[in-house]
C-alpha cells in the first residue's frame, strides 16, 4: 500500500480553487514587481485607475474595479494618508479622488515595474491569448455575479 505522502495527487478541478491559486500566484509575482515604488498591486491598480479618470468619485471607482465600498475606502485613506492621493468633497455625499504630485510620481514609477512584467506576459503568451483571457475573465466575472 502506498505512502498517502507520497501518493500522486491529481489536478484540481474545482474552478474556484484554480482561479483562486493563479490569482495568488499573479498577485505574488505583480506584487514583487511594483513593490520597489512603496506600494502593493492593490494599490497600485487603484492608483492606475485614478490617473485615468481622475477626479473620479469614490463610488464610480468601487464600482469600475469591482470592489467593496467599504473596501475601496478603507484603502484610498491609507493612500490619503501616504499623501498619494487626495480626496474632496463633491455634490452631497459623494467624495472624488485624484492623486497628488507624489501619487503621480509612485503611479509612474509603479507602471514601469507593471509594464515590465505585463510585456513579458505577452512575449510568452501572445495579445490575442491575453485578449480572449480577459475576455472569458470577464464572461466568469458576469456568470458569477448572476448566481
Not at 505583480?30 to 515604488?37: I, K, L
Request: charged share 30%; hydrophobic share 35%; glycine share 4%.
Amino acid at each position: 500500500m502506498k505512502n498517502k505522502s507520497s501518493q500522486e495527487l491529481e489536478p484540481i478541478q474545482c474552478v474556484c480553487t484554480n482561479i483562486k491559486m493563479t490569482s495568488r500566484a499573479v498577485g505574488r509575482a505583480y506584487d514583487a514587481a511594483v513593490e520597489e515604488a512603496g506600494v502593493n498591486v492593490v494599490q497600485y491598480s487603484i492608483l492606475i485607475n485614478i490617473s485615468r479618470y481622475q477626479p473620479i468619485e469614490q463610488m464610480r471607482l468601487a464600482e469600475h474595479l469591482d470592489m467593496e465600498r467599504t473596501t475601496l475606502y478603507r484603502a484610498l485613506d491609507v493612500l490619503a494618508r501616504r499623501k498619494l492621493v487626495k480626496i474632496s468633497p463633491a455634490d452631497g455625499l459623494s467624495k472624488v479622488v485624484e492623486l497628488t504630485e507624489k501619487g503621480k510620481e509612485v503611479t509612474k514609477d509603479a507602471q514601469k515595474k507593471w509594464k515590465g512584467l505585463h510585456q513579458g506576459f505577452i512575449d510568452k503568451f501572445g495579445m490575442k491569448q491575453l485578449e480572449q483571457l480577459n475576455e472569458l475573465l470577464q464572461d466568469i466575472r458576469n456568470h458569477f455575479k448572476d448566481v
